[in-house]
């Protein structure tokens, strides 16, 4: 009953491989320009995990862990730690929690940078996290969820 | 100072583990030093509160909801403080002796010292949420206690029901407060100070024509009389008498069930005076007197019958406060001091003849004035002044509870039900109190017993039993007026107003004086005939615990079966719940209301292309639901998602188009995953009418969400925020992106719960897919192998998808 997952499809693949790179440096533009222009953590966030999503249905699982080789679920709670962070200088400052501070000048190609850029990023790191970890845990179950769409003729449900 | 000694008892609590090393010094003894302490701060308070002063130390925590922690320190509180921190050294010392051999005991004393606590936070608060907060501890921690000895079924039920119901009447007594705040504010006390105890109380008068104050009240009611175990609530106080004695006699005698008498005197200045406060507290106080006291003395097990004469002298208390007045507040401060003193005696000793003898039936103990000599004088002493004999504690604090009925000016049958009470009481105390003696002092010893090398304890276990019990021979018999000054605060913070009083032994022949002579005389009388008395059929005792044992059997029945209608463990089940409970509780309350509301915006400006992409979205829809295939389904449904986004485009709302877009990429790729599990093309296993059944109420969901949208969208019930976001997103936020101003620093704090909640999404797919793959591995999979039902293989491939479409899509 073990169905073989098969992941090869050439067009794909290549399409993959070419997006990859600039799919990843979207996501980081989309997190810094996010202050002034649409963009933020949240869809920097959802267009990185796109990409190393695509990777996975090109490549298979196996393929799209070795693209970040780090433990999403880390990941995924070192960005609510970088997020929540962010809201304690202000307590030093003996301000409300979560209290802004930004760098009066902007830095040239980056731009103002300030405590909510940081939380941003927090928020970034952990929407990568989840949404690729909830797909490589999908993929990996390849018993419960044979990707290939099964065809009628021989997709097994039983006849009621 | 008070919030230091609040937590000092909390943080010192586990040096209670101490108690399990060695050297054992600190076992006891050595570690009643910690409520000592406490004890000796407290004491050098006393000069403060007798000249009239008290002490309030607050800090602000959410000023805006009135959330402080606020500690004060009167008269009343004082008197509490004290006997809980004194007689918790006498208990803490008791206990290490009790329990020498116990390896637990350091568990126990950890309990004991948090309990303790808890009970000083509560009597220390001076604003109702943060007595709240410590009155919920102490149930938590004698719930502990009750349950010390795990391995026995009838601690853990004893346990399970002081929990439920002191747990179900703190719930209720949390509506009560916080709808006294509520009238507080309604009569013009600010919301920063509404909790605040004299605020609150300053205030009464005008609370009390407030429509919130009887409900209020009655919801106060509730929590005051479970805790302080008022019938027809008092059945778990016999029930936690399988706490072990140091527990009993510290919680279930002098301290934990008073926190319910504490809080009535408490609010009594401010909310009491009125017909519903008074009668109420007449009613239930003097009925538990007189109940406690009958059906106390029928037990058998010595623990039974003190745990009786408890939630009957509880009930006194609580009749004492109904009946209001100086007199009144000053017997209700009087009977804490002497019941506090008597009953913490009775209950330690009850502990010693356990811990010699090996039971506590007192069909089976007898003879022990041989043997036990010194436990049978501390017994005396403790049961005369139950039984208000004559120059001890308890005959003083009688005569005023006489008083309190015969002074009082309620209306005409009121006092006279009071005094009923008071001497019906007495006359029981007086039986219960010579059969508890002569069962076990007196006559011959049980043969069992003579096989036994029974003897008084040691010293150190001794002397716990033996302060009270002095303390209450020797306080009226010199230190009256010391007493008096104490006491007297304490009454005037009950009664409201600053006074004083002077307890005396004798001073004249009056009514009171001959009423409670003549109740010792016929209870002395009665006594002779207990025997008779006990065995007497009419006064049967009603078994309340049975009662709720048999309502929680059925409410356990009812959650089960509630449990396997509702969890099928099928997702279509679930929708269909969900859905039907939303139409039912949403839907209605919107025919009713919400019809006038609606309203339809015409705009005479739509674009072409605006129409179009409208258009698509029902197109989009019906495709969905006509697909032949899986993958055609899940192409029609993101198309509608497409259009959506497309929709927030024309709008000129480039953040949610893009997030939206990303999403809908992001769920078609999950819902491929997640289909592939079932075959490639739909075949229907459910019979038509299930089919139109379903339909028809998706289709009065949708309709009852388009009406909702319509009514509220043009509402003006708020003023809109955008503008206020819009003007200050560059000036405040720096930032010319308004929305990722809103999500990164207007509302930064819920941008924080969603990473969190989503980060729990993530964990909770993780468990199931991997607590699934577990469970394939035992040998019960093969049969699923061999006929693989779609969408039934198990629990994880359903539970799956709800997390994940419900998070990623929540997010848009």
């Known amino acids: ?160 | 100072m008070l919030l230091l000694i609040v937590l000092f008892a909390f943080a010192t609590s586990p040096m209670g583990l101490l108690a399990r090393r060695e050297p054992r010094v600190l076992a006891g003894w050595g570690l009643a030093i910690l409520p000592l302490i406490i004890f000796a701060a407290l004491c050098a308070q006393i000069p403060v509160i007798t000249d009239g002063g008290s002490i309030v130390e607050a800090i602000p925590w959410v000023p805006a909801m009135g959330l402080e922690l606020r500690f004060s320190l009167d008269g009343l509180s004082l008197l509490f403080a004290l006997i809980i921190s004194g007689i918790g050294t006498l208990i803490v010392g008791y206990a290490g002796a009790y329990m020498e051999k116990d390896v637990g005991l350091g568990r126990f004393l950890v309990y004991m010292l948090l309990f303790m606590g808890a009970m000083l936070g509560l009597v220390l608060a001076g604003n109702v949420l943060t007595m709240f907060v410590f009155w919920e501890l102490t149930s938590v921690t004698s719930y502990l206690l009750i349950g010390y000895k795990h391995d026995y079924p009838d601690a853990r039920r004893g346990a399970q029901q002081s929990l439920l119901v002191t747990g179900f009447g703190g719930l209720a007594l949390l509506v009560g407060l916080l709808l006294l705040g509520a009238a507080a504010q309604q009569v013009g006390v600010p919301v920063n100070q509404a909790y605040n105890l004299d605020a609150m109380l300053a205030a009464g008068d005008q609370i009390k024509q407030t429509a919130l104050y009887g409900p209020a009240l009655w919801l106060i009611f509730l929590g005051a009389f479970t805790k302080s175990a008022q019938f027809p609530f008092h059945f778990w106080l016999p029930g936690a008498m399988q706490a072990p004695t140091p527990a009993s006699a510290f919680l279930h005698s002098a301290t934990m069930v008073k926190a319910g008498v504490y809080l009535l005197a408490r609010l009594a200045p401010g909310l009491g005076e009125t017909p519903l406060w008074n009668y109420t507290l007449i009613s239930v106080g003097g009925f538990t007197f007189v109940f406690g006291a009958i059906v106390a003395f029928r037990q058998n097990d010595i623990k039974a019958l003190l745990a009786y004469t408890t939630l009957s002298q509880l009930g006194g208390l609580v009749l004492m406060i109904g009946l209001g007045g100086k007199y009144g507040s000053e017997a209700l401060v009087t009977l804490i001091l002497a019941h506090a003193l008597y009953k913490s005696a009775l209950f330690m000793t009850a502990g010693i003849i356990d811990h010699e003898t090996g039971t506590r039936d007192l069909n089976r103990l007898g003879g022990l004035r041989h043997t036990m000599p010194v436990t049978m004088a501390i017994v005396t002493v403790a049961l005369l002044s139950q039984m208000g004999i004559p120059i001890l504690l308890g005959f003083v604090a009688k005569e005023w509870a006489l008083k309190a009925a015969l002074e009082s000016t309620l209306p005409a049958p009121w006092p006279t039900l009071g005094l009923m009470a008071v001497l019906l009481a007495a006359l029981g105390y007086i039986v219960a109190a010579w059969r508890l003696f002569k069962q076990s002092f007196l006559g011959a010893p049980t043969p069992e017993l003579l096989t036994r090398h029974v003897h008084d304890p040691k010293p150190a276990m001794l002397l716990s039993p033996a302060i009270p019990a002095l303390l209450s021979l020797l306080l009226p018999l010199g230190l009256l007026p010391a007493v008096s000054s104490l006491l007297s605060p304490a009454a005037a913070a009950v009664y409201g107003e600053r006074f004083s009083f002077e307890l005396y032994l004798y001073k004249e022949v009056n009514l009171a004086l001959l009423l409670s002579l003549g109740a010792i005389a016929l209870g002395t009388l009665l006594a002779t005939q207990e025997q008779r008395l006990a065995a007497h059929r009419v006064i049967a005792t009603v078994s309340g615990a049975e009662l709720f044992d048999h309502f929680i059997d059925r409410m356990l029945a009812l959650a089960t079966w509630m449990t396997r209608t509702l969890q099928s463990g099928r997702m279509r089940t679930y929708i269909l719940y969900s859905l039907l409970s939303f139409l039912l509780f949403v839907g209605l309350p919107f025919l009713a209301y919400g019809l006038d509301e609606m309203r339809i915006p015409y705009d005479a400006e739509l674009q072409f292309h605006e129409i179009v992409v409208v258009s698509l979205i029902p197109v989009g829809i019906i495709a969905t639901i006509m697909a032949r295939s899986r993958l055609g389904a899940i192409i029609a449904v993101s198309s509608v998602g497409a259009m959506v986004s497309l929709l927030f485009v024309l709008f000129s709302a480039a953040d949610l188009a893009l997030t939206q877009l990303l999403i809908e990429v992001l769920s078609t790729v999950f819902l491929l995953f997640l289909f592939s599990v079932l075959p490639a093309r739909f075949r229907s296993f459910s019979p038509a009418w299930v089919r139109w059944r379903d339909a028809g109420i998706a289709i009065l969901f949708g309709m009852l969400m388009t009406g909702l949208v319509l009514a509220t969208a043009p509402s003006t019930m708020f003023p809109p925020l955008a503008p206020y976001f819009l003007e200050n997103s560059l000036a405040g936020g720096k930032g010319a992106n308004v929305v990722n101003v809103i999500l990164v620093d207007f509302r930064g704090l819920d941008t924080m719960g969603e990473i969190t909640v989503l980060f729990i999404a993530l964990l909770s797919i993780y468990g199931l897919l991997r607590f699934r793959t577990q469970r394939n591995a035992l040998p019960l999979s093969g049969n699923e192998q061999q006929r693989p039902l779609p969408g039934a293989t198990s629990n994880g491939s359903h539970a799956a998808p709800v997390p994940t479409a419900g998070s990623s899509r929540e997010e848009a």
């Open chain 1, 1 to 160: 009953m073990q169905k073989q997952v098969s992941y090869e499809s050439i067009i794909l693949r290549v399409v993959a491989r070419l997006m990859l790179p600039i799919l990843l440096l979207l996501s980081v533009f989309m997190l810094l320009r996010g202050h002034n222009m649409p963009g933020g953590g949240f869809i920097g966030g959802l267009v990185a995990a796109s990409a190393i999503i695509l990777q996975m249905i090109a490549f298979g699982p196996q393929e799209a862990r070795g693209i970040i080789k780090i433990n999403y679920l880390i990941l995924a709670g070192v960005g609510i730690l970088v997020a929540a962070m962010f809201g304690l200088p202000a307590l030093v400052a003996d301000l409300p929690y979560m209290t802004a501070f930004w760098i009066p000048e902007p830095i040239p190609g980056i731009g103002k940078i300030g405590t909510p850029v940081i939380f941003d990023l927090g928020v970034f790191l952990t929407v990568i996290a989840v949404t690729t970890k909830i797909a490589l845990l999908l993929a990996e179950e390849p018993e419960l969820f044979p990707l290939a769409m099964a065809d009628d003729q021989e997709g097994g449900a039983p006849q009621v």
